[in-house]
């Protein structure tokens, strides 16, 4: 089992910007990927970036290149988020996850934390 708690959502002004962090405690051997989705009201989960934990290889969402860094800390066994020029449209519930496998579907999920971008 892994267990994964976030931090660092809230309340932002168009511009600015916000750092998630998602802590992995358990079996974090098993884990290949970690990162997060996104889902606004009324629309679907989408991934915004993960990160494998064995070579680093990254991957984002188009929305989120240029603007949105993921990086890994093996020692803490945390992975960060960094969102900046955040957008209205950036608004949603975003969910850290860790994947076992070396592609398919996230396996366990973190509690979701509220990212809402306003002025």
């Known amino acids: 089992q892994v267990q994964l708690v976030e931090s660092g959502g809230g309340l932002v002004q168009p511009g600015g910007s916000l750092r998630l962090s998602c802590e992995a405690s358990?079996?974090?051997?098993?884990?290949?990927?970690m990162g997060w989705y996104r889902q606004a009201p009324g629309k679907e989960r989408n991934l915004v970036a993960r990160?494998?934990?064995?070579?680093?290889?990254?991957k984002y969402a188009d929305s989120a290149k240029g603007r949105f860094t993921i990086s890994g800390d093996n020692a803490k066994n945390t992975v960060y988020l960094q969102m900046n020029d955040l957008k209205p449209e950036d608004t949603a519930v975003y969910s850290c996850?860790?994947?076992?496998?070396?592609?398919?579907?996230?396996?366990?999920w973190g509690q979701g934390t509220q990212v809402t971008v306003s002025s």
């Open positions: 358990g079996s974090i051997f098993s884990i290949n990927a």
């Open positions: 996850f860790a994947r076992l496998g070396t592609s398919g579907t996230p396996n366990y």
């Open positions: 990160i494998t934990m064995s070579n680093g290889s990254i």
